[in-house]
Nanobody
Framework: QVQLVESGGGLVQAGSSLRLSCAAS????????MGWFRQAPGKEREFVAS????????YYADSVKGRFTISRDNAKNTVYLQMNSLKPEDTAIYYC???????????????WGQGTQVTVSS
């Protein structure tokens, strides 16, 4: 089992920045690919970003490419999502995910955090 706890969400104005963190426990962190998904009210869950176990490979959704950066610190068992130039359409609950294999698909991830709310006002 892998336990994931997100933090760092909040209410910000458009154009601002936030950094989400996800602390993992329960298994060897570096063996797991990590990622972020989000879900806005009335919309389907969507992929945001993912990173391989050693941090060497990253994937991004087109909607966040150039604005968001995913990173990880394996010594701290933590993955981050730096979000810059936030837009109102980034408003959603953001979920941290983990699995042995790197993917852009939600179905590929066995472990999910409880989510953290990000609200961007215009």
């Amino acid at each position: 089992q892998v336990q994931l706890v997100e933090s760092g969400g909040g209410l910000v104005q458009a154009g601002s920045s936030l950094r989400l963190s996800c602390a993992a426990s329960g298994r060897t962190f570096s063996n797991y690919a990590m990622g972020w998904f989000r879900q806005a009210p009335g919309k389907e869950r969507e992929f945001v970003a993912s990173i391989s176990g050693n941090g060497g490979i990253t994937y991004y959704a087109d909607s966040v490419k150039g604005r968001f950066t995913i990173s990880r610190d394996n010594a701290k068992n933590t993955v981050y999502l730096q979000m810059n130039s936030l837009k109102p359409e980034d408003t959603a609950i953001y979920y941290c995910v983990a699995d042995r294999y790197l993917s852009r698909s939600a179905n590929a991830y066995d472990y999910w955090g409880q989510g953290t709310q990000v609200t961007v006002s215009s």
